[in-house]
C-alpha cells in the first residue's frame, strides 16, 4: 500500500470515529483526537502534510471532516510552528488560513 493509501485509509477510519454514536454525545475536541487513526496521520510526520494540503486544498467537506481537527494535526506534525490566528471565526476561514500556511511553509518540512 502507498503511503497516500495509508493516509486515506486512516483519514477514513478518523471520520469514522468521530462519527461514532459515544462521541457524538461528548462532541469535543480532545475526543475527536484521541483515536488511533489520527495518530497515525501525525505519526506520518512531514510526509503528511502535502497530504493534508490537498485535503484542504479540495475543499470538499466530505473529505476534510473533522475540519478543525486537520488544523491540530498540522500543529502536531509541526510542532506547534503553525497557529491558528485568533481572529479566524469559521471553520472556512480558519481551513483557508491553514492551507495558505501550508503552501507558503511546507517546504520548510519537506525534503526533496
Not at 17 to 22: A, G, I, K, M, W
Not at 55 to 65: I, K, M, P, Q, S
Not at 69 to 75: C, F, L, T
Request: with cysteine; hydrophobic share 40%.
Amino acid at each position: 500500500m502507498t503511503l497516500e493509501e495509508e493516509f486515506y485509509k486512516a483519514v477514513s477510519a478518523w471520520k469514522d470515529h468521530c462519527y461514532t454514536l459515544e462521541l457524538k454525545i461528548k462532541g469535543n475536541a480532545e475526543s475527536r483526537l484521541d483515536c488511533d487513526a489520527y495518530r497515525y496521520i501525525v505519526s506520518l510526520g512531514k510526509d503528511a502534510l502535502p497530504l493534508i494540503y490537498d485535503v484542504l486544498e479540495a475543499r470538499d467537506w466530505n473529505t476534510y471532516f473533522p475540519i478543525l481537527g486537520w488544523v491540530n494535526a498540522i500543529q502536531d506534525i509541526t510542532k506547534g510552528k503553525y497557529k491558528q490566528p485568533k481572529n479566524t471565526h469559521n471553520a472556512i476561514s480558519t481551513i483557508g488560513h491553514a492551507t495558505n500556511w501550508l503552501a507558503e511553509n511546507m517546504d520548510r518540512y519537506i525534503i526533496h
